[in-house]
C-alpha cells in the first residue's frame, strides 16, 4: 500500500502561486497514476488533476485547466501541483492519492491547506 504525505500549502493573496508536494513510499510507485485533491469546508471532495505513471499523460477538472500544472518525479517518488493564478475558491485541502479513471484509490494521507484571501 503506497503512503502519501502532502505539504506545501499555506495562505496565499488572490492571483498568488504555491506548489505542493506528495512523498510516496513504494518502490512500485512509477506504476500508477497519482492525481490531486481537493475538499472545501462544507463540499464533498472534488478531483483537481492527475499524471499517469510515465507522466507524459496528465489530465485536469475544467476549474483548474490552464492556471494548474502536475508532475512527477519517479526518482523522487514525489507528485507535485504547481498552482499559479490562484483564486479564494481554490481555498481547501489538499490531498494526493493513486488514481483511477479521476476516482482516488488508495488511502488518504492528512492533506495540506491551501488558504487563497481576497
Known amino acids: 500500500q503506497v503512503q502519501l504525505v502532502e505539504s506545501g500549502g499555506g495562505l496565499v493573496q488572490a492571483g498568488g502561486s504555491l506548489r505542493l508536494n506528495c512523498a510516496a513510499s513504494?518502490?512500485?510507485?512509477?506504476?500508477?497514476?497519482m492525481g490531486w485533491f481537493r475538499q472545501a469546508p462544507g463540499k464533498e471532495r472534488e478531483f483537481v488533476a492527475a499524471?499517469?505513471?510515465?507522466?507524459?499523460?496528465?489530465d485536469y477538472a475544467d476549474s483548474v485547466e490552464g492556471r494548474f500544472t502536475i508532475s512527477r518525479d519517479n526518482a523522487k517518488n514525489t507528485v507535485y501541483l504547481q498552482m499559479n493564478s490562484l483564486k479564494p475558491e481554490d481555498t481547501a485541502v489538499y490531498y494526493c492519492n493513486v488514481v483511477v479513471a479521476r476516482r482516488a484509490t488508495g488511502y488518504w494521507g492528512q492533506g495540506t491547506q491551501v488558504t487563497v484571501s481576497s
Open positions: 499524471v499517469s505513471g510515465n507522466g507524459f499523460r496528465l
Open positions: 513504494g518502490r512500485t510507485f512509477s506504476t500508477y497514476a
